[in-house]
Protein backbone atom coordinates (compact mmCIF):
# COMPACT_ATOMS: atom_id res chain seq x y z
CA UNK A 1 0.00 0.00 0.00
CA UNK A 2 1.14 3.43 -0.28
CA UNK A 3 2.81 5.53 1.80
CA UNK A 4 0.21 8.31 2.14
CA UNK A 5 -0.39 10.87 5.34
CA UNK A 6 -4.51 11.36 6.02
CA UNK A 7 -4.96 14.97 7.22
CA UNK A 8 -8.91 15.22 7.57
CA UNK A 9 -10.16 18.78 6.50
CA UNK A 10 -6.35 19.43 5.27
CA UNK A 11 -5.51 20.99 8.83
CA UNK A 12 -2.22 22.27 8.78
CA UNK A 13 -1.12 20.81 5.14
CA UNK A 14 0.13 23.58 2.43
CA UNK A 15 -0.78 23.27 -0.80
CA UNK A 16 0.59 26.20 -2.35
CA UNK A 17 2.86 29.30 -2.01
CA UNK A 18 1.14 32.93 -2.05
CA UNK A 19 2.02 36.52 -1.68
CA UNK A 20 -1.28 37.82 -1.39
CA UNK A 21 -1.53 37.05 2.47
CA UNK A 22 0.29 35.74 5.31
CA UNK A 23 -1.30 34.66 8.67
CA UNK A 24 0.12 33.96 12.46
CA UNK A 25 -2.68 31.94 13.59
CA UNK A 26 -0.60 31.68 17.25
CA UNK A 27 0.24 35.35 17.79
CA UNK A 28 -3.42 36.89 15.60
CA UNK A 29 -1.47 38.27 13.22
CA UNK A 30 -2.69 38.70 9.17
CA UNK A 31 -0.72 40.76 6.30
CA UNK A 32 -2.74 41.08 3.41
CA UNK A 33 -0.20 42.19 0.36
CA UNK A 34 2.36 43.16 2.65
CA UNK A 35 0.75 45.64 4.50
CA UNK A 36 -0.51 44.54 8.54
CA UNK A 37 -4.59 44.09 7.66
CA UNK A 38 -4.96 47.45 10.16
CA UNK A 39 -3.05 49.58 8.51
CA UNK A 40 -4.77 48.22 5.06
CA UNK A 41 -8.67 48.76 5.87
CA UNK A 42 -8.34 51.96 7.13
CA UNK A 43 -6.03 53.66 4.64
CA UNK A 44 -7.18 52.19 1.14
CA UNK A 45 -9.94 52.09 -1.04
CA UNK A 46 -11.01 48.48 -2.24
CA UNK A 47 -10.05 49.48 -5.63
CA UNK A 48 -6.29 49.84 -4.38
CA UNK A 49 -6.78 46.69 -2.72
CA UNK A 50 -7.56 44.80 -5.46
CA UNK A 51 -5.10 46.67 -7.74
CA UNK A 52 -2.69 45.31 -4.68
CA UNK A 53 -3.38 41.99 -4.73
CA UNK A 54 -3.31 41.57 -8.67
CA UNK A 55 0.17 43.71 -9.23
CA UNK A 56 2.28 43.31 -5.82
CA UNK A 57 2.07 46.91 -5.68
CA UNK A 58 0.05 50.27 -4.69
CA UNK A 59 -1.14 51.71 -8.12
CA UNK A 60 0.16 55.41 -8.76
CA UNK A 61 -2.34 58.06 -9.11
CA UNK A 62 -3.21 58.02 -12.62
CA UNK A 63 -3.11 53.69 -12.75
CA UNK A 64 -5.72 53.91 -9.52
CA UNK A 65 -7.24 56.34 -11.68
CA UNK A 66 -7.60 54.38 -14.84
CA UNK A 67 -7.98 51.22 -12.62
CA UNK A 68 -11.50 53.20 -10.72
CA UNK A 69 -12.86 53.78 -14.06
CA UNK A 70 -11.95 51.10 -15.72
CA UNK A 71 -13.90 49.07 -12.76
CA UNK A 72 -16.99 51.70 -13.02
CA UNK A 73 -17.30 51.02 -16.37
CA UNK A 74 -18.22 47.39 -16.17
CA UNK A 75 -20.60 47.46 -13.52
CA UNK A 76 -23.44 47.55 -16.13
CA UNK A 77 -25.47 43.71 -16.29
CA UNK A 78 -27.32 42.58 -19.34
CA UNK A 79 -31.11 42.11 -19.49
CA UNK A 80 -30.62 37.88 -19.38
CA UNK A 81 -28.78 38.70 -15.74
CA UNK A 82 -31.64 41.32 -14.77
CA UNK A 83 -33.95 38.25 -15.53
CA UNK A 84 -32.11 35.55 -13.38
CA UNK A 85 -32.01 37.82 -10.35
CA UNK A 86 -36.09 38.90 -10.64
CA UNK A 87 -36.58 35.17 -11.02
CA UNK A 88 -34.19 34.38 -8.07
CA UNK A 89 -36.26 36.65 -5.54
CA UNK A 90 -39.38 35.70 -6.94
CA UNK A 91 -38.20 32.13 -5.75
CA UNK A 92 -37.26 33.19 -2.98
CA UNK A 93 -33.80 32.27 -2.67
CA UNK A 94 -30.65 33.36 -0.61
CA UNK A 95 -28.57 35.69 -1.72
CA UNK A 96 -25.81 33.60 -2.40
CA UNK A 97 -27.83 31.47 -4.34
CA UNK A 98 -28.84 34.66 -6.31
CA UNK A 99 -24.89 35.51 -6.19
CA UNK A 100 -24.44 32.00 -7.56
CA UNK A 101 -26.40 32.46 -10.84
CA UNK A 102 -25.94 36.19 -11.39
CA UNK A 103 -22.00 35.75 -11.33
CA UNK A 104 -22.27 32.59 -13.58
CA UNK A 105 -24.77 34.50 -16.05
CA UNK A 106 -22.97 38.07 -15.94
CA UNK A 107 -20.35 37.29 -18.46
CA UNK A 108 -22.92 36.45 -21.47
CA UNK A 109 -22.62 38.94 -24.08
CA UNK A 110 -19.20 40.11 -23.29
CA UNK A 111 -17.88 37.79 -26.10
CA UNK A 112 -14.36 35.56 -25.61
CA UNK A 113 -12.36 37.61 -22.51
CA UNK A 114 -8.90 37.18 -21.12
CA UNK A 115 -8.11 36.05 -17.50
CA UNK A 116 -7.41 39.46 -17.12
CA UNK A 117 -10.63 41.08 -18.50
CA UNK A 118 -12.72 37.84 -16.80
CA UNK A 119 -11.74 39.33 -13.25
CA UNK A 120 -12.26 43.05 -13.60
CA UNK A 121 -15.61 42.31 -14.88
CA UNK A 122 -16.24 39.76 -11.77
CA UNK A 123 -15.00 42.05 -9.34
CA UNK A 124 -16.97 45.46 -10.48
CA UNK A 125 -20.50 43.31 -11.34
CA UNK A 126 -20.53 41.65 -7.78
CA UNK A 127 -22.18 44.63 -5.88
CA UNK A 128 -24.30 45.26 -8.65
CA UNK A 129 -25.82 41.53 -9.02
CA UNK A 130 -26.64 41.55 -5.18
CA UNK A 131 -28.03 44.95 -4.69
CA UNK A 132 -30.26 44.63 -8.00
CA UNK A 133 -31.54 41.04 -6.41
CA UNK A 134 -32.13 42.92 -2.98
CA UNK A 135 -34.12 45.57 -5.04
CA UNK A 136 -36.24 42.71 -6.66
CA UNK A 137 -36.34 41.47 -3.81
CA UNK A 138 -37.93 44.29 -1.65
CA UNK A 139 -40.04 45.04 -4.78
CA UNK A 140 -38.51 47.50 -6.24
CA UNK A 141 -36.75 49.06 -9.38
CA UNK A 142 -32.71 47.99 -9.32
CA UNK A 143 -31.01 51.18 -8.93
CA UNK A 144 -29.04 51.70 -12.07
CA UNK A 145 -24.56 51.79 -10.81
CA UNK A 146 -23.18 55.39 -10.50
CA UNK A 147 -19.80 55.65 -12.59
CA UNK A 148 -18.63 58.81 -10.64
CA UNK A 149 -19.34 56.91 -7.26
CA UNK A 150 -16.23 54.20 -5.92
CA UNK A 151 -16.95 50.89 -5.49
CA UNK A 152 -18.37 50.73 -2.11
CA UNK A 153 -20.37 53.69 -2.11
CA UNK A 154 -21.92 52.94 -5.38
CA UNK A 155 -22.82 49.44 -3.18
CA UNK A 156 -24.56 51.23 -0.58
CA UNK A 157 -26.52 53.51 -3.21
CA UNK A 158 -27.56 50.94 -5.26
CA UNK A 159 -28.80 48.95 -1.96
CA UNK A 160 -30.56 51.83 -1.00
CA UNK A 161 -31.51 54.10 -3.73
CA UNK A 162 -29.63 57.21 -1.51
CA UNK A 163 -26.52 58.31 -1.61
CA UNK A 164 -24.91 56.78 1.43
CA UNK A 165 -22.94 59.23 4.54
CA UNK A 166 -19.11 59.65 4.24
CA UNK A 167 -19.00 57.35 7.58
CA UNK A 168 -20.94 54.81 6.29
CA UNK A 169 -18.81 54.34 3.12
CA UNK A 170 -15.74 54.41 5.06
CA UNK A 171 -17.17 51.78 7.47
CA UNK A 172 -18.19 49.73 4.48
CA UNK A 173 -14.73 50.23 3.11
CA UNK A 174 -12.67 49.34 5.92
CA UNK A 175 -14.44 45.78 6.01
CA UNK A 176 -13.94 45.61 2.07
CA UNK A 177 -10.12 45.31 2.57
CA UNK A 178 -10.22 43.58 5.79
CA UNK A 179 -11.92 40.30 4.19
CA UNK A 180 -10.07 40.46 0.97
CA UNK A 181 -7.77 37.75 1.38
CA UNK A 182 -7.15 35.34 4.52
CA UNK A 183 -4.79 32.85 3.21
CA UNK A 184 -6.37 29.59 1.56
CA UNK A 185 -9.48 29.36 3.31
CA UNK A 186 -12.13 26.91 1.91
CA UNK A 187 -13.47 29.23 -1.02
CA UNK A 188 -10.36 30.67 -2.09
CA UNK A 189 -9.11 26.59 -2.12
CA UNK A 190 -12.23 25.77 -4.27
CA UNK A 191 -10.82 28.49 -6.33
CA UNK A 192 -7.59 27.57 -6.81
CA UNK A 193 -8.42 23.77 -7.85
CA UNK A 194 -10.86 24.57 -10.34
CA UNK A 195 -8.67 26.75 -12.21
CA UNK A 196 -5.35 24.51 -11.32
CA UNK A 197 -7.51 22.39 -14.22
CA UNK A 198 -7.04 25.00 -16.42
CA UNK A 199 -10.92 25.67 -16.57
CA UNK A 200 -11.72 29.22 -16.26
CA UNK A 201 -12.03 32.15 -14.03
CA UNK A 202 -15.41 32.90 -14.11
CA UNK A 203 -16.11 28.76 -12.66
CA UNK A 204 -13.61 29.06 -10.04
CA UNK A 205 -15.80 32.05 -8.83
CA UNK A 206 -18.77 30.12 -9.00
CA UNK A 207 -17.40 27.44 -7.23
CA UNK A 208 -15.80 30.27 -4.70
CA UNK A 209 -19.79 31.58 -3.69
CA UNK A 210 -21.01 28.32 -3.05
CA UNK A 211 -17.75 27.41 -0.83
CA UNK A 212 -18.27 30.56 1.02
CA UNK A 213 -22.05 30.02 1.57
CA UNK A 214 -21.52 27.35 4.63
CA UNK A 215 -22.41 28.57 7.98
CA UNK A 216 -18.61 27.06 8.93
CA UNK A 217 -17.36 29.66 6.59
CA UNK A 218 -19.08 32.98 5.39
CA UNK A 219 -22.93 32.11 6.63
CA UNK A 220 -22.24 33.35 10.58
CA UNK A 221 -22.84 36.61 10.17
CA UNK A 222 -26.76 36.73 9.56
CA UNK A 223 -27.06 34.75 12.82
CA UNK A 224 -24.56 36.81 15.05
CA UNK A 225 -26.95 39.48 14.52
CA UNK A 226 -30.01 37.91 15.23
CA UNK A 227 -27.94 36.02 18.13
CA UNK A 228 -27.04 40.22 19.03
CA UNK A 229 -30.22 41.78 18.92
CA UNK A 230 -32.10 38.44 21.18
CA UNK A 231 -29.33 39.60 23.70
CA UNK A 232 -29.78 43.36 23.36
CA UNK A 233 -33.80 42.67 24.23
CA UNK A 234 -32.93 40.30 27.12
CA UNK A 235 -30.34 42.10 28.21
CA UNK A 236 -28.80 39.07 29.58
CA UNK A 237 -26.43 37.72 27.41
CA UNK A 238 -24.80 34.72 30.09
CA UNK A 239 -28.17 33.52 29.87
CA UNK A 240 -28.36 32.86 26.05
CA UNK A 241 -24.42 32.25 25.74
CA UNK A 242 -24.93 29.33 28.79
CA UNK A 243 -28.45 28.59 27.05
CA UNK A 244 -26.73 27.73 23.32
CA UNK A 245 -23.80 25.62 24.45
CA UNK A 246 -25.88 23.45 27.07
CA UNK A 247 -27.72 22.40 23.80
CA UNK A 248 -24.78 21.35 22.02
CA UNK A 249 -24.68 24.01 19.51
CA UNK A 250 -21.91 26.44 18.81
CA UNK A 251 -21.70 29.78 19.68
CA UNK A 252 -21.97 32.09 15.67
CA UNK A 253 -19.08 34.36 15.32
CA UNK A 254 -16.13 32.26 17.60
CA UNK A 255 -13.77 30.12 17.28
CA UNK A 256 -11.01 29.74 14.26
CA UNK A 257 -9.55 26.94 12.43
CA UNK A 258 -5.97 28.88 12.04
CA UNK A 259 -5.91 31.51 15.18
CA UNK A 260 -5.87 30.10 18.77
CA UNK A 261 -6.26 34.12 19.40
CA UNK A 262 -8.55 36.96 19.11
CA UNK A 263 -8.44 36.96 15.01
CA UNK A 264 -7.23 40.04 14.24
CA UNK A 265 -9.55 40.74 11.65
CA UNK A 266 -11.90 41.33 14.76
CA UNK A 267 -9.73 44.41 16.34
CA UNK A 268 -9.90 45.93 12.95
CA UNK A 269 -13.72 45.69 12.62
CA UNK A 270 -15.01 46.21 16.38
CA UNK A 271 -12.63 49.71 16.37
CA UNK A 272 -14.79 50.64 12.43
CA UNK A 273 -17.77 49.28 14.40
CA UNK A 274 -16.89 51.65 17.69
CA UNK A 275 -16.36 54.90 15.32
CA UNK A 276 -19.07 54.25 13.34
CA UNK A 277 -21.50 53.80 16.56
CA UNK A 278 -20.27 56.64 18.39
CA UNK A 279 -20.49 59.04 15.47
CA UNK A 280 -23.78 58.22 15.04
CA UNK A 281 -25.20 58.63 18.43
CA UNK A 282 -26.65 55.00 18.28
CA UNK A 283 -23.86 53.00 21.02
CA UNK A 284 -26.02 51.38 23.03
CA UNK A 285 -26.53 48.24 20.80
CA UNK A 286 -22.81 48.65 20.59
CA UNK A 287 -22.38 48.13 23.91
CA UNK A 288 -24.42 44.95 23.90
CA UNK A 289 -22.20 43.74 21.07
CA UNK A 290 -18.69 44.30 23.12
CA UNK A 291 -20.34 42.97 26.52
CA UNK A 292 -21.33 39.91 24.79
CA UNK A 293 -18.03 39.60 23.58
CA UNK A 294 -16.64 39.47 27.01
CA UNK A 295 -18.80 37.24 28.84
CA UNK A 296 -19.35 35.07 25.77
CA UNK A 297 -15.19 34.36 25.96
CA UNK A 298 -15.12 33.75 29.93
CA UNK A 299 -17.51 31.02 29.48
CA UNK A 300 -16.19 29.66 26.32
CA UNK A 301 -12.87 29.51 28.57
CA UNK A 302 -14.60 27.02 30.62
CA UNK A 303 -16.76 25.45 28.27
CA UNK A 304 -13.44 24.67 26.04
CA UNK A 305 -10.25 25.35 27.99
CA UNK A 306 -7.97 23.61 25.80
CA UNK A 307 -9.24 25.61 22.25
CA UNK A 308 -8.68 29.11 23.59
CA UNK A 309 -11.97 30.21 21.64
CA UNK A 310 -12.27 33.74 21.00
CA UNK A 311 -14.36 36.11 18.56
CA UNK A 312 -13.64 35.11 14.32
CA UNK A 313 -14.31 38.16 12.25
CA UNK A 314 -18.05 37.11 11.73
CA UNK A 315 -18.77 38.83 14.94
CA UNK A 316 -17.83 42.18 14.24
CA UNK A 317 -18.98 41.91 10.98
CA UNK A 318 -22.49 41.54 11.66
CA UNK A 319 -22.25 45.03 13.64
CA UNK A 320 -20.29 46.82 11.68
CA UNK A 321 -22.26 45.78 8.09
CA UNK A 322 -25.41 46.52 10.21
CA UNK A 323 -24.91 49.80 11.55
CA UNK A 324 -23.44 51.20 7.64
CA UNK A 325 -26.53 49.85 6.80
CA UNK A 326 -26.27 46.70 4.87
CA UNK A 327 -29.17 44.10 5.43
CA UNK A 328 -28.65 40.67 7.10
CA UNK A 329 -30.00 38.98 4.52
CA UNK A 330 -26.69 40.24 2.42
CA UNK A 331 -23.58 39.80 5.03
CA UNK A 332 -22.51 36.79 3.34
CA UNK A 333 -23.06 38.04 0.05
CA UNK A 334 -21.37 41.18 0.73
CA UNK A 335 -18.25 39.21 1.74
CA UNK A 336 -18.21 37.94 -0.97
CA UNK A 337 -18.62 41.41 -3.02
CA UNK A 338 -14.90 41.56 -1.36
CA UNK A 339 -13.42 38.16 -0.77
CA UNK A 340 -14.07 37.36 -5.22
CA UNK A 341 -11.05 40.19 -5.48
CA UNK A 342 -9.15 37.44 -3.28
CA UNK A 343 -10.39 34.40 -5.16
CA UNK A 344 -9.22 36.14 -8.68
CA UNK A 345 -5.79 37.22 -7.32
CA UNK A 346 -5.73 33.69 -5.92
CA UNK A 347 -6.80 32.30 -10.02
CA UNK A 348 -3.78 34.38 -11.19
CA UNK A 349 -1.77 33.16 -9.47
CA UNK A 350 -2.04 29.41 -9.39
CA UNK A 351 -2.08 30.04 -12.93
CA UNK A 352 1.46 31.50 -13.34
CA UNK A 353 2.63 28.30 -11.91
CA UNK A 354 0.38 26.05 -12.46
CA UNK A 355 -0.02 22.63 -11.17
CA UNK A 356 -3.30 20.51 -11.05
CA UNK A 357 -4.62 20.38 -7.46
CA UNK A 358 -5.28 16.54 -6.77
CA UNK A 359 -5.06 15.17 -3.69
CA UNK A 360 -6.15 11.12 -2.39
CA UNK A 361 -8.80 9.67 -0.30
CA UNK A 362 -7.74 6.73 1.89
CA UNK A 363 -9.84 3.71 0.96
CA UNK A 364 -12.36 1.93 3.11
CA UNK A 365 -14.31 0.04 1.34
CA UNK A 366 -15.17 -3.29 0.67
CA UNK A 367 -12.33 -5.52 -1.21
CA UNK A 368 -12.77 -8.48 -2.59
CA UNK A 369 -16.73 -8.82 -3.75
CA UNK A 370 -17.83 -11.39 -6.20
CA UNK A 371 -20.84 -10.51 -8.51
CA UNK A 372 -24.54 -11.88 -7.97
CA UNK A 373 -26.91 -11.18 -10.67
CA UNK A 374 -29.85 -8.90 -9.99
CA UNK A 375 -31.94 -11.72 -9.76
CA UNK A 376 -30.23 -13.91 -7.17
CA UNK A 377 -30.42 -10.74 -4.76
N1 LIG B 1 -18.88 27.47 19.96
C1 LIG B 1 -18.80 26.40 20.77
N2 LIG B 1 -17.87 25.42 20.62
C2 LIG B 1 -17.01 25.54 19.61
C3 LIG B 1 -17.04 26.65 18.73
C4 LIG B 1 -18.01 27.64 18.95
N3 LIG B 1 -18.11 28.70 18.14
N4 LIG B 1 -16.06 26.51 17.82
C5 LIG B 1 -15.43 25.35 18.10
N5 LIG B 1 -16.02 24.78 19.17
C6 LIG B 1 -15.64 23.51 19.80
C7 LIG B 1 -16.10 22.37 18.90
O1 LIG B 1 -17.42 21.95 19.25
C8 LIG B 1 -15.08 21.31 19.19
O2 LIG B 1 -15.44 20.64 20.38
P1 LIG B 1 -15.29 19.03 20.46
O3 LIG B 1 -13.80 18.80 20.35
O4 LIG B 1 -15.86 18.72 21.80
O5 LIG B 1 -16.06 18.48 19.32
C9 LIG B 1 -13.80 22.10 19.49
O6 LIG B 1 -14.22 23.43 19.85
C10 LIG B 1 -12.90 22.21 18.28
O7 LIG B 1 -13.68 22.65 17.19
P2 LIG B 1 -13.41 22.22 15.67
O8 LIG B 1 -14.70 21.92 15.02
O9 LIG B 1 -12.32 21.20 15.60
O10 LIG B 1 -12.82 23.53 15.09
P3 LIG B 1 -12.62 23.82 13.55
O11 LIG B 1 -11.25 24.32 13.39
O12 LIG B 1 -13.02 22.71 12.68
O13 LIG B 1 -13.74 24.93 13.34
C11 LIG B 1 -14.97 26.86 13.08
C12 LIG B 1 -13.56 26.27 13.22
C13 LIG B 1 -14.88 28.32 12.70
C14 LIG B 1 -15.71 26.12 11.98
C15 LIG B 1 -15.71 26.69 14.43
O14 LIG B 1 -15.03 27.38 15.44
C16 LIG B 1 -17.17 27.13 14.36
O15 LIG B 1 -18.03 26.35 13.96
N6 LIG B 1 -17.50 28.41 14.77
C17 LIG B 1 -18.85 28.89 14.72
C18 LIG B 1 -19.22 29.29 13.30
C19 LIG B 1 -18.48 30.55 12.86
O16 LIG B 1 -18.31 31.49 13.62
N7 LIG B 1 -18.07 30.53 11.58
C20 LIG B 1 -17.27 31.61 11.00
C21 LIG B 1 -15.88 31.16 10.80
S1 LIG B 1 -14.68 32.49 10.57
C22 LIG B 1 -14.93 32.93 8.94
C23 LIG B 1 -13.81 32.64 8.04
O17 LIG B 1 -12.64 32.94 8.34
O18 LIG B 1 -14.15 32.10 6.99
Not at 305 to 319: C, G, H, K, M, S
Request: charged share 30%; glycine share 8%; hydrophobic share 40%.
Amino acid sequence: MSNEVLSRGLEDVSVAETRLSQIDGEVGELTIGGFPVDELAVNATYEESVFLLLHDRLPSSEELDDFRSDLAARRGIGDEVHAVLQRAADEQKPAMDALRMGAAAATLGTGDEDVDEDIRRIVAVFPTIVATYWRYLQDEDPVEPRAEFSHAKNYLYMLNGVEPTDDEVRGLETYLNTVIDHGLNASTFSARVVVSTESDVVSAVTAAVGTLKGPLHGGAPGPVLDMLQTVHESGNPEEYVRETLAAGERLMGFGHRVYRVRDPRAAVLSEAAERFYEASDDDEFFQTVTSFEDVAVDILEEHKPDRRLQTNVEFYTAALLHGVGVPKELFTATFGISRVGGWTAHCREQLEDNRLIRPRARYVGENDRTWTPVSNR
